[in-house]
């Protein structure tokens, strides 16, 4: 029987100098770690410094080398918590991040027409925060242990 090893998955934030900006560095995490990865969010500031907030996925020993392998290229890497809020206020029930939640976080009601989200069973994937349409659904990010 095959060995099944466990997924290990972590968010960080990447920053990079202007000569790392337009480099494939990220790409290679897949084609050298076999790390999978996540944008969820991206900048630039007018001094051409790269900023990312990625999710990865792998294997530890895997992620572990990327991380060094970043760092070989003057990346600086920060792991971060991330959690994910809504602002009930804005939320117009649309439902449209009710298909995407893999967890049924964020699920409908269906007599009362509203969006419900149970932060309980958020395990703060993002995917809701790039698909609501009055951006109601927050990443709180915060430092965390690599
Ligand atoms: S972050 Fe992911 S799990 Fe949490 S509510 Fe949004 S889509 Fe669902
Ligand atoms: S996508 Fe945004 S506005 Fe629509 S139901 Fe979800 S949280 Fe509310």
Known sequence: ??????????????????ESSGKPIVCNLTKLFDLTFNILQASISSR????????????????HKGVDYLK???ISVQAIAQKISRDDDLCIDCG???????????YMDREKRTCLFD???????????RVCPVNAMNIQISESDM
């Open 1 to 18: 029987m095959q060995d099944v090893v466990k997924a290990y998955r972590k968010i960080v934030h990447l920053s990079f100098p202007p």
């Open 48 to 63: 051409q410094e790269g900023s990312l907030i990625l999710e990865l996925t792998g294997s530890e020993e895997n992620y």
């Open 72 to 74: 070989e290229h003057d």
């Open 96 to 106: 449209v991040c009710t298909a995407l939640c893999p967890t049924h976080a964020l």
């Open 119 to 129: 932060s309980e069973k958020c395990t703060a994937c993002g995917k809701c925060t």
